[in-house]
């Protein structure tokens, strides 16, 4: 199959949203009045809970807490301590949010000119005001930190507070307005739940958990990139330099593709250090389907596939951290040698 032209300037139009939303503008007093109308709604206990809750962003944090929990059933430890299993995730989930919540501080003026989040995000929508959103945020970190660092030990601590730090400081206000490979440095700071998870049970970094964090490392570049394919024009419009705005839809594709191959070797790797034949065949199949997808994608320059790539994105990451919570709890398991500790 030919590659798409698009050098007459015709391009598909894509929403700036993967799954089915209105793309239509809406300014911020729109919003606003949209919100009045909404009357006594948004003025209860369960709407400011709402609100404050999306400062967190909770589908991210919903992966942040799967692979930190998928790490403390691979080491095993807490599953005979549930309450500090849930201890651990709620530290997760109160550092990850407040890092969320600064970058949404930070990034209240673009979120306000982007369609993808005017109309989904507390700022913009003026539903909670900057003040507050900073103190949320400063607040529920320092609590992750602190819990962190009593309950478990100072490592952990560590690890949280790095996370805070470079995702809503160096990432957002440094990295994310310079260069195109925001993303690839940035996916640092997303990918740091398996090794803090890890960390505060044992005190030690290890080999596994670091391949659960290069998974999903590697897995953040193509996954936000094909959000940014169909993304480009909100992403011109706030002069962010994501990689389909400056080198152009093909090189995406092409960046796309490269690091599918990088991800599935990654996880593959995981099979020498305690992974199962269950991992390894949905690890395997997985995949072979992810890779699939980014090469046709790279040979047609179909850009109308980046929305397949980015929802099937997500279907490989739980389905690959989901073989190894149940690789992990299978009596085999049992039989397999301890992972090896770094240092």
Same mark, same amino acid.
């Given at each position: ?13 894509? +929403? ?14 729109? @919003? ?13 206990? #369960?709407?400011? $809970?709402? @609100? ?42 109160? #550092? ?11 990034? +209240?003026?673009?979120?306000? &000119?982007?369609? +993808?989040? +005017? ?33 478990? &030990? ?9 996370t805070i730090v470079f995702y809503s400081f160096f990432y957002t206000l440094w990295l994310k307005p310079r260069t195109t490979? &925001? ?10 739940a398996p090794i803090g998870a890890w960390a505060a049970a044992t005190g030690e970094l290890a080999v596994a958990p670091f ?39 093909? #090189? ?50 179909q850009v109308t596939a980046a929305r397949d790539l980015f929802k099937f994105s997500l279907v490989y990451l739980f389905a690959?951290?989901?073989? $190894?919570?149940?690789?992990?709890? =299978?009596?085999?398991?049992?039989? =397999? ?7």
């Amino acid at each position: 199959m030919k590659k798409t032209d698009y050098s007459s300037g015709t391009r598909p139009v894509l +929403r700036c949203f993967p799954f089915k939303m209105k793309s239509s503008y809406v300014s911020q007093p729109e @919003a606003k009045t949209a919100i009045a109308r909404s009357g006594a709604a948004e003025s209860t206990l #369960a709407g400011t $809970i709402s @609100a404050y809750l999306l400062l967190t962003k909770p589908s991210i944090m919903l992966l942040v807490l799967f692979t930190g929990a998928a790490a403390m059933v691979v080491e095993g430890t807490f599953l005979l301590r549930p309450v500090d299993f849930g201890i651990v995730l709620l530290g997760l989930f109160l #550092a990850g949010g407040s890092a969320n919540a600064l970058n949404q501080y930070f990034e +209240r003026s673009i979120d306000s &000119n982007m369609t +993808r989040t +005017r109309k989904r995000r507390p700022l913009p929508m003026g539903t909670i005001s900057p003040v507050r959103a900073l103190l949320f945020a400063i607040t529920i970190g320092i609590l992750g930190v602190v819990i962190f660092a009593l309950r478990f &030990n100072l490592l952990t601590a560590g690890l949280a507070l790095f996370t805070i730090v470079f995702y809503s400081f160096f990432y957002t206000l440094w990295l994310k307005p310079r260069t195109t490979q &925001n993303i690839v440095i940035g996916g640092v700071a997303g990918s740091m739940a398996p090794i803090g998870a890890w960390a505060a049970a044992t005190g030690e970094l290890a080999v596994a958990p670091f391949i659960m964090f290069l998974i999903v490392f590697l897995w953040t570049p193509p996954h936000f990139w094909s959000l940014a394919l169909f993304c480009r024009d909100d992403y011109r419009r706030v002069d962010l330099p994501m990689l389909p705005v400056i080198k152009g839809d093909q #090189a995406t594709l092409d960046q796309i593709f490269w690091y599918t191959l990088l991800l599935v070797g990654s996880s593959l790797s995981l099979v020498l250090f305690g992974g199962g034949w269950l991992y390894l065949a949905v690890a395997l199949w997985l995949g072979w389907v992810y890779i699939g997808k980014a090469w046709r994608a790279k040979r047609d320059g179909q850009v109308t596939a980046a929305r397949d790539l980015f929802k099937f994105s997500l279907v490989y990451l739980f389905a690959v951290f989901t073989a $190894i919570i149940v690789d992990a709890l =299978l009596p085999a398991a049992q039989f =397999l040698p301890r992972l090896p500790v770094l240092g």
